[in-house]
């Protein structure tokens, strides 16, 4: 009782501990800044809620309430009505004014307050490890709080759940909580040993992402930064944002939610930060890539994964963004005529190289279209050929065919070799029995020259020459044998 006694009359002096990790992806959370005050103060978290934060809790709602707030005690890093009424009461206490950066309260009106913050602690047993070995201040990260964060952005490790020791699980904030120990055996929660199961890519992705999210905690207050112009942050969906003149339909595919839903959105309404992420990293963007301090271009060209793009790529990955219909017209146009994904890159000006290892989500995208539509674009030309092949009024060329479907003959041959090969033999078979026909009225005329001629006993070869109508068919030795034998 005494403890709390000394802490009522030194309200001002309760938590002098300044927040660690601000303005940074590894940020303390509110949870672990009250468990690391009451352990500077040597007394329990309990004890400082009690007699401390509580009371005030009370005093400034104006109402005697009885409030069973250990269960929701959680909250207090997310941006629930609970801690809208309790983080003003600790910055109160504590005098500081920064104490809400250590909870997603910056994102009110952004994201909804359900979902969004875990009731179990969790927790990167590399991140304690490492602070205790480099001998700095062992605190707890608001980002391992979050429900879509499934591993440490930096160690790449799932994050820990379970006590090494006593393997249970333990609430955010208990009554008689250590930093970077077990509330419920006291043992160290820090390890180097690493985890058996890894993160997939997705995961890494979210953990990043949010990381940097919450490293736009501590400019919550500076309005030109989280909501420019009156508007807010996620403006990718917003007027003037990314997927402003993006159709609905499409977008709705692409996050997962129904089409009403991006409507909502786009009304700055509550965006669901699960589907939020599944679609941003289906996308391959950053969903607070439209704050405004992100890095500027120096030069004004465009960088991106430290690439300069060039403008038609920059046109691809943004009908990626936002126009995949018109993106698949254009695909499927030049499958129609290519024969691998890589030149179909090249054809749009793209250099596939920087494509697939800078935008792997836009090349998977192109050779995944590319593949599907390419059986049918085979299947298209094959039948093409075998009208031409079957034409009845006409024994077409493979000249004639390339021509007219506008495709050259080397890609022909090679998407429908069988075809091409039949089209060739009859075309020759037909031109053999021209070249037979034409031989055999040569022959004939051939025969009537001589036996006139003969018949005139005018018959010598210059006189034959002179007239035959086509003097030349006599270099055919066939025909000058036929000729001769009237000699
Ligand atoms: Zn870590
Ligand atoms: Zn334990």
Known sequence: MNDIVDILSSRSKLCLLTPLGLGEAGIESATG???????????????????????????????????????????????????????????KLSKRKDIRYLTMLPWQGILPWNGLVSDKRRWCPKCFQEAKDQGKIIYEQLLWSLVNVKCCPKHL?????????????????????KVGHC??????????????????????????????????????????????????????????GLFDL????????????????????????????SSLLKGCYALDISPISCLPTMPADPDGLNFYHGVQVLPKEEILINLYQTDRTTLFRSIDHFTLYLCNVTLVIKKMGCRPNVIRESYPHVYKLIKDRFDSVRPRCIEF????????????????????????????????????????????????DYEARLYEERVLMQEKSVRECCEELKAQNKLTWPRLISTLSKSGCLRNPRLKAVAASYF
């Open 33 to 91: 800044y009250i468990a690391r005050c009451a352990e500077a103060k040597n007394i329990t978290p309990q004890t400082l809620i009690e007699g401390a934060i509580f009371p005030q809790v009370k005093l400034d709602a104006n109402v005697d309430f009885q409030d069973s707030y250990r269960a929701t005690l959680y909250c207090i890093n997310g941006l629930a009505p609970f801690a809208q009424r309790w983080i003003p009461a600790i910055e």
């Open 157 to 177: 490790e799932p994050l820990a759940m379970k006590c090494p020791y006593c393997s249970l699980s333990m609430p955010t904030l208990a009554s008689r909580m």
């Open 183 to 240: 509330s419920r055996c006291n043992g160290w929660l820090g390890s180097r040993v690493s985890s058996t199961s890894k993160p997939n890519a997705q995961e890494i992705w979210n953990a990043k992402i949010m990381g940097e999210w919450l490293s736009y905690n501590s400019h919550a207050d500076d309005a030109t930064i989280i909501r420019p112009n009156g508007s807010r942050a996620l403006n990718i969906f917003k007027p003037f």
């Open 246 to 273: 993006s159709d609905p339909q499409y977008l709705s595919e692409i996050f997962g939610v129904h089409k009403n839903t991006i409507l909502k959105w786009k009304r700055e309404d509550g965006v669901e930060l």
């Open 381 to 428: 030309i094959r039948t093409k050929l075998q009208e031409y092949r079957d034409a009845p009024e006409r024994i077409y060329s493979m000249t004639e065919i390339g021509l007219a479907m506008k495709m050259n003959l080397r890609y022909l041959r090679m998407v429908a070799p069988d075809i091409c090969s039949q089209i060739s033999k009859r075309r020759a």
